[in-house]
Structures are given as structure tokens and as C-alpha cells.
């Protein structure tokens, strides 16, 4: 099993930026494909970023692509989300998953394909 904690999350303004961090513990994080998601009230539970275990290859929600970068450092067990350009809209729980994928190139959008996850970290954008 893998352990995720998320950290970063805050109060920002319309435009502001965030970092959020996931860090791992227990079973070799190399190993697992990651992924960020985030939830608003009243809403499903969605993809933004994902990133294989490689790092090699990465997904963007179009509703981000341009503004969120995700990354991990795999020797430090974690997995960051950079949030530039906040609009009210990213405003929700942002969530860490991971997955041992099928390959090392292999990243997952599905909220189904994820075996663990963090507590997630509330991120309010104001405008």
C-alpha cells in the first residue's frame, strides 16, 4: 500500500498561484502512475493532471491545459500540482491518487482506476 498526503492548498486571488505537493509513504512510489483531481460541491469528482511513473508523460484537463503543471521528484516520494492563473472556477478539494500502472508510460484519468488516495486539500480562489 502507498499512503498520500496532500499539503498547499489555500485561500488565493483570482490569478493567484498554488502549489500543492503529495507525498507518499510505504510501497515504492516510482512505481505508481499518479494523479491529480478535485471536486466542487455539487459536482463529480474530475481529472486535471496526470502524470506517468516515468514522468515521461503527462495529462491536462482542457479546463487547465495551459495553467496547471504537474511533476513528481522521485526520489523525494512526491508529486507536485503548480496552479498559475487561478480563476474561481479551480476553486474545490484537490485530491492525490495513485495507481501501479501497466506500463511506465501508462497515466490514468478515470476516478475508478485509482487504488489509493489523500485526504485532499481544499483550494479557494476568490475574486
Known amino acids: 500500500q502507498v499512503q498520500l498526503v496532500e499539503s498547499g492548498g489555500g485561500l488565493v486571488q483570482v490569478g493567484g498561484s498554488l502549489r500543492l505537493s503529495c507525498a507518499a509513504s510505504?510501497?515504492?512510489?516510482?512505481?505508481?502512475?499518479m494523479g491529480w483531481f478535485r471536486q466542487a460541491p455539487g459536482k463529480l469528482r474530475e481529472c486535471v493532471a496526470a502524470?506517468?511513473?516515468?514522468?515521461?508523460?503527462?495529462y491536462y484537463a482542457d479546463s487547465v491545459k495551459g495553467r496547471f503543471t504537474v511533476s513528481r521528484n522521485n526520489g523525494e516520494n512526491t508529486v507536485y500540482l503548480q496552479m498559475n492563473s487561478l480563476k474561481p472556477e479551480d476553486t474545490a478539494v484537490y485530491y492525490c491518487?495513485?495507481?501501479?500502472?501497466?506500463?511506465?508510460?501508462?497515466?490514468?484519468?478515470?476516478?475508478?482506476?485509482?487504488?489509493?488516495w489523500g485526504q485532499g486539500t481544499q483550494v479557494t480562489v476568490s475574486s
Open positions: 510505504g510501497r515504492t512510489f516510482r512505481n505508481y502512475a
Open positions: 502524470i506517468s511513473w516515468t514522468g515521461g508523460r503527462t
Open positions: 491518487a495513485a495507481v501501479i500502472p501497466d506500463s511506465g508510460s501508462s497515466y490514468y484519468t478515470g476516478v475508478r482506476e485509482y487504488d489509493y
